[in-house]
């Protein structure tokens, strides 16, 4: 039987479609035993979608930074 | 003949926040982060006699830009090596047996709590931040850029086995910041 720190882990590999038959069985098996580790798996398939939308930073230079690479890159030195 | 040509004049202006705030999701500090920038512009006119157009500026400069950030992470990679972690280091959610520290136990998230509003997300990115950097560089490889994680340890240069201590503590921390700042609110 897996421990709750190897199923947890298997989960995470699973949500990146790397693991094997057997370890897939091996989940599903102590799943059934386990509602931990299964509101684990089921959290985790919820955050999923937000990492993927990425962090919204909007960044923008500054006026000063701009004209300051602007120079930089103007440099005869640089080139 | 080339299909597309440089334009350095204008790169600043066009592509500078573009630049920016894909180094901003990379790396933590701002300041870090248009260094980083800065460094593509420079690095960029120094090989433009390399630049064959075929692909666009746009998209050379980005891969300028990305390699930069990856060293920039290789140059760190000593104080990255504590930051991955590994297993012998004492566990922070399992006690010895593997088991779930009772304290740590996932608790049931109520579904009308599972909702994607302004609050939500502003907590979910202030966790997305205390994450180790390694672990927010590993998460926007992963599900950003979607990259599989054997091309992520390549180009970090770490083990697949230090991947997956890495991803798996991030994922438990990531999860447990969610619940203790959400869904027990």
């Not at chain 1, 990425?54 to 930074?65: F, I, P, R, W």
């Not at chain 2, 003949?1 to 004049?9: C, E, G, N, S, T």
């Not at chain 2, 280091?89 to 304290?103: A, I, M, T």
């Amino acid at each position: 039987m897996m421990t709750c720190k190897e199923a947890t882990e298997a989960s995470v590999r699973k949500s990146q479609g790397k693991v094997s038959f057997r370890e897939r069985f091996d989940l599903a098996l102590h799943f059934m035993a386990c509602k931990y580790c299964r509101l684990f798996a089921k959290q985790q398939a919820w955050i999923d979608q937000f990492l993927s939308n990425g962090s919204d930073v909007k960044d923008q230079l500054t006026d000063e930074e701009k004209s300051s690479i602007k120079t930089k890159i103007n440099d005869p030195q640089t080139i | 003949m080339p299909i597309h040509a440089l334009h350095p004049d204008t790169w600043v202006d066009q592509y500078g926040a573009q630049l920016l705030g894909y180094a901003v999701k990379r790396v933590p500090e701002r300041d870090v982060a248009r260094d980083l920038v800065q460094d593509t512009f420079v690095t960029a006119i120094r090989s433009k006699d390399k630049y064959r157009g075929e692909i666009s500026e746009k998209n050379w400069l980005y891969l300028i830009l990305k390699s930069r950030i990856l060293d920039h992470y290789k140059k760190k990679k000593e104080t990255l090596a504590s930051d991955i972690g590994n297993e012998e280091e004492e566990d922070q959610f399992f006690d010895q047996k593997g088991n779930w520290l009772q304290d740590k136990l996932p608790k049931e998230w109520t579904t009308d709590k599972m909702i994607r509003n302004d609050e939500f997300m502003s907590i979910f990115e202030r966790c997305r931040q205390n994450l180790k950097e390694i672990q927010r560089m590993v998460f926007t490889m992963k599900y950003v850029d979607g990259e599989d994680s054997e091309v992520i340890c390549k180009e970090l240069d770490i083990s697949s086995s230090n991947y997956w201590v890495l991803a798996h503590r991030a994922k438990l921390s990531l999860r447990q910041c969610i619940e203790k700042n959400w869904f027990e609110q």
